[in-house]
């Protein structure tokens, strides 16, 4: 069964700064996703990014890349000029490639993060 | 619709009534999931359905918990007499179609569940 792990609970940034959130995961498959998930306090999840385990460049989407280390099994999320907007829960996540495997998403246990102003 | 609508958005139960959760997935989408997050802490997944087949119920925690996507469209999640430990908020999710595992799965804002 995969694992996920984000060891930090809870993070803060000043705005217009630029923070990194972490996350590790534990796997025996080679292919993968892996996303990262925002969470306001309205409770939705809002994908913000994802990874495919095969390609090697780190997904990028505008002011959000990511640090992909596969040897290391490492996943971590750069938020670049920091909007007061990025406040929220952030949840990495893992989903399996293969057809006919467990289609789920499995989550690790999230990052507040705080913007300053 | 234009996205994942559930309702109620709040419910509170006294222990041992039964509740139903409904998910109004997004038209077309043929996976449907739901997931279960206690205060503070990830989604946890419950089932998942490819339209009126429940692929996988590995994550239902009792035999209390039963879900159902007749149609394969509108899906409920029914909670047999409840306990304090049931309550959570129940997010569901819908994605287009299954075989890919990167289809992007869209998430509703969740049904507030409180136990009382």
């Known amino acids: 069964a995969q694992t996920v792990t984000q060891s930090q609970p809870e993070m803060s940034v000043q705005e217009a700064e630029t923070v990194t959130l972490s996350c590790t995961y534990d796997t025996s498959e080679s292919d993968y996703y892996l996303f990262w998930y925002k969470q306001p306090p309205s409770r939705q999840m809002i994908l913000v990014i994802r990874q495919e385990a095969y390609k090697q460049q780190n997904a990028t989407e505008n002011r959000f890349s990511v640090n992909f280390q596969k040897a290391a099994k490492s996943f971590s999320l750069k938020i670049s000029d920091s909007q007061l907007g990025d406040a929220a829960m952030y949840f990495c996540?893992?989903?399996?490639?293969?057809?006919?495997?467990?289609?789920?998403?499995?989550f690790g246990s999230g990052t507040q993060l705080t913007v300053l102003p | 619709g234009a996205g994942v609508s559930q309702s109620p958005r709040y419910k509170v139960a006294k222990r041992g009534q039964d509740v139903a959760l409904r998910c109004d997935p997004i038209s077309g989408h043929v996976s449907l999931f739901w997931y279960q997050q206690a205060l503070g802490q990830g989604p946890e997944f419950l089932t998942y359905f490819q339209n009126e087949a429940q692929l996988d119920k590995s994550g239902l925690p009792s035999d209390r918990f039963f879900a159902e996507r007749p149609e394969g469209s509108v899906s409920t999640l029914k909670i047999q007499r409840t306990q304090q430990e049931d309550s959570a908020v129940y997010l569901c999710?819908?994605?287009?179609?299954?075989?890919?595992?990167?289809?992007?799965?869209?998430f509703g804002e969740g049904s507030w569940l409180t136990v009382v």
């Open positions: 999710a819908s994605s287009l179609a299954d075989g890919v595992g990167g289809n992007t799965i869209y």
């Open positions: 996540a893992y989903r399996s490639y293969r057809s006919g495997s467990a289609r789920q998403l499995t």
